[in-house]
């Protein structure tokens, strides 16, 4: 039961162009979407959120695009840079109560090419 | 800054055997979670634990798995018989409980290998 999407596996860019990661998700529960990027033998780390409250938040080279009619989310990053070259989960939860579990989709690998 | 521990990095166990997984949570935060990640698949929710009692469970967690909050800093996963299937990635996270700061931290994982 995939209620976290994400479709694509790869992307690679250039150097200084902008990527876009994209997300989709099923369950209109959902209330938060959260991105994480993930480096190999190391634990997720927390990048950047949305409520569902808002359709956009920006941070830096990193913002979040929220369509909730569309139940979608992207994340672009613009300047790319190499060191953004890792595996991104989108990740979505119910409330940011007791229960806030968070449901993860598969990742996609982010390959920016110097 | 503080940071999620988890030991050990990796272990390596025979069927059947007993595993327990160790974490050190952030220190003020309130509520603490196991993920597994087998290789080549998406991070999965196990448990979630919360003034010293499970919140929720996933249907991965089945009576092989117990979670305990010993000493008030510790937090662990214990798989009772290991099997083939148990191989993987196992991360602990936790989170504050502040109201709208729903992100997780995660630890860096405990790898898990089932022989």
């Known amino acids: 039961d995939q209620q976290v999407k994400q479709n694509s596996p790869s992307l690679s860019v250039q150097e200084g162009r902008i990527s876009i990661l994209n997300c989709d998700y099923t369950n209109s529960m959902f209330d938060y979407f959260l991105w994480y990027k993930k480096y190999p033998a190391e634990g997720p780390t927390f990048l950047i959120s949305i409520s569902s409250i808002k359709d956009k938040n920006e941070d830096g080279r990193f913002t979040v695009f929220l369509n909730k009619s569309a139940k979608h989310l992207s994340l672009h990053i613009v300047p790319s840079q190499p060191g953004d070259s890792a595996v991104y989960f989108c990740?979505?939860?119910?409330?940011?109560?007791?229960?806030?579990?968070?449901?993860f989709g598969k990742g996609i690998t982010l390959s920016v090419r110097p | 800054e503080p940071e999620v521990t988890q030991t050990p990095s990796h272990q390596v166990t025979q069927m059947g055997q007993e595993v327990i997984l160790r974490c050190v949570p952030i220190?003020?935060?309130?509520?603490f979670y196991w993920y597994r990640q087998i290789l080549g698949q998406k991070v999965e929710f196990l448990v979630s634990f919360y003034n010293n009692e499970i919140s929720e469970k996933s249907e991965i967690f089945d009576d092989q798995f117990s979670v305990e909050r010993p000493d008030g800093s510790n937090f662990t996963l214990k798989i009772r018989s290991t099997k083939l299937e148990d191989s993987a990635m196992y991360f602990c996270?936790?989170?504050?409980?502040?109201?709208?700061?729903?992100?997780?931290?995660f630890g860096e994982g405990s790898r898990l290998t089932v022989l």
């Open positions: 220190s003020n935060h309130l509520y």
């Open positions: 990740a979505a939860s119910k409330e940011t109560g007791a229960n806030s579990k968070l449901t």
């Open positions: 996270a936790s989170r504050t409980g502040l109201a709208g700061t729903g992100e997780l931290f």
